[in-house]
Nanobody
Framework: QVQLVESGGGLVQPGGSLRLSCAASGSILSVNAMAWYRQAPGKQRELVARITSGGRTNYADSVKGRFTISRDNAKNTVNLQMNSLKPEDTAVYYC??????????????WGQGTQVTVSS
């Protein structure tokens, strides 16, 4: 069984910073791309940032220059450093990982989500 566990959400004032972390555990043979998505109330889930196993990254235009995604391949973890936060960043943030298990089952795993609220 594979599990993604997120941490680091919370309430922050506009202009502040938060760091989200996500750890993948279980019967994992390899982890390919890892990503963060978010979903605000009444909106569709959207990609925030993605990082390949080789370290190549891409970001949503709305977060470029403010957010940084990173990963530790040895620990199967991915982080999202969020700076200069804005009220429009308020959403539930989800960790995503494209995994291959020891039984060679390949799939996209999701975390349970962590709330980020940017408000004064």
């Amino acid at each position: 069984q594979v599990q993604l566990v997120e941490s680091g959400g919370g309430l922050v004032q506009p202009g502040g910073s938060l760091r989200l972390s996500c750890a993948a555990s279980g019967s994992i043979l390899s982890v390919n791309a890892m990503a963060w998505y978010r979903q605000a109330p009444g909106k569709q889930r959207e990609l925030v940032a993605r990082i390949t196993s080789g370290g190549r990254t891409n970001y949503a235009d709305s977060v470029k220059g403010r957010f940084t995604i990173s990963r530790d391949n040895a620990k199967n973890t991915v982080n999202l450093q969020m700076n200069s936060l804005k009220p429009e960043d308020t959403a539930v943030y989800y960790c995503n990982a494209h995994l291959i298990t020891y039984t060679h089952y390949e799939f996209d795993a999701w975390g349970q989500g962590t709330q980020v609220t940017v408000s004064s």
